[in-house]
């Protein structure tokens, strides 16, 4: 593969491992987070640090962003000093936040408007798919730059699907986490009703992981729950944005989604009682 020059705008638990796996794969990238202390293993590795994402943005082939809220996707796109301010014509721009798909329109309608290209492709797979590679890419945006950009998805992830125009990529990562945000309940709640009974819980998971009521959250998150593991492998606070760009994209489709708002109302509480920075596995923190 031929080596690009990328930007990579926001190295935190996820960014900083897809930053390690480009670098490997031979890229050169230049990173800019806002705590530069925490981007240093990537400086040591290679990557080249910028003041600014502007100055991450200037002159590379493709940008990478992701940004942990709507509000700061704004900023680094279309603030002042943002992406758009110094971007040459032709350049990728990704979009790694979970977002709303209308911002993820206006990104790509700003992008064709200045002769760029914007895919919206939101990951899933956490801090383990992260590290190792593994991350699932939901994309919108043209199918050609899709197409191009393919083999980069491909150095740090393996489920990459296009879901079609600006936009889809974002509405199918909300399908990815209204499944989450509801079913960590049904995790939570099995692990609290097998601790009660007196289980053995690690032989608990060996039978139910592989039987109808496996998932990825049950085979990766219930062994840190019965660990008292609480690190974010996906931020508490992050999930509840998530949860209500969700909500407010289901009212706009007149659309009722009761276990998702139960699951809000739940983190919400967590929230409350200091467990933003957590992962979300804390939600086992509700029956205690």
């Not at 064709?112 to 593994?134: E, M």
Request: aromatic content about 8%; glycine content about 12%; some cysteine.
């Amino acid at each position: 593969m031929k080596s690009q020059k990328i930007g990579f705008i926001g190295t935190g638990v996820m960014g900083a491992s897809i930053v390690k796996h480009l670098l490997n794969a031979g890229h050169e990238v230049t990173i800019y987070t806002r705590t530069k202390s925490k981007a240093e293993e990537l400086i040591t590795l290679g990557a080249s640090w910028a003041s600014s994402p502007a100055e991450a943005s200037k002159d590379q082939h493709i940008i990478f962003t992701m940004v942990g809220y709507p509000k700061d996707v704004e900023e680094v796109y279309f603030g002042t000093g943002g992406i758009f301010s110094v971007v040459k014509e032709d350049t990728i721009l990704v979009d790694m936040t979970t977002s709303e798909p209308t911002f993820a329109k206006k990104i790509y309608n700003e992008a064709k408007s200045k002769g760029l290209h914007s895919l919206d492709a939101p990951v899933s797979g956490g801090d383990i798919g992260a590290k190792n590679g593994t991350l699932s890419l939901m994309v919108g945006g043209d199918f050609n730059i899709f197409e191009k950009m393919k083999p980069i998805f491909e150095v740090f992830g393996q489920n990459i699907i296009y879901q079609g125009e600006a936009g889809n990529g974002q509405h199918t990562k909300m399908c990815n986490q209204i499944a989450i945000a509801s079913g960590m309940i049904g995790v939570c709640e099995s692990m609290a009703y097998g601790l009660k009974a007196g289980l053995s819980m690690d032989d608990v998971l060996r039978s139910i992981t592989a039987g109808a009521a496996g998932s990825w959250s049950l085979s990766n998150l219930a062994p840190r729950i019965l660990k008292g593991d609480l690190e974010p492998g996906f931020y508490i606070k992050h999930i509840i944005k998530d949860m209500k760009i969700a909500l407010d994209e289901a009212e706009r489709m007149n659309l009722q989604l009761p276990g998702l708002a139960l699951a809000k109302s739940m983190y919400d509480q967590l929230l409350d009682e200091g467990y933003g920075d957590n992962g979300t596995q804390a939600l086992v923190e509700y029956y205690k």
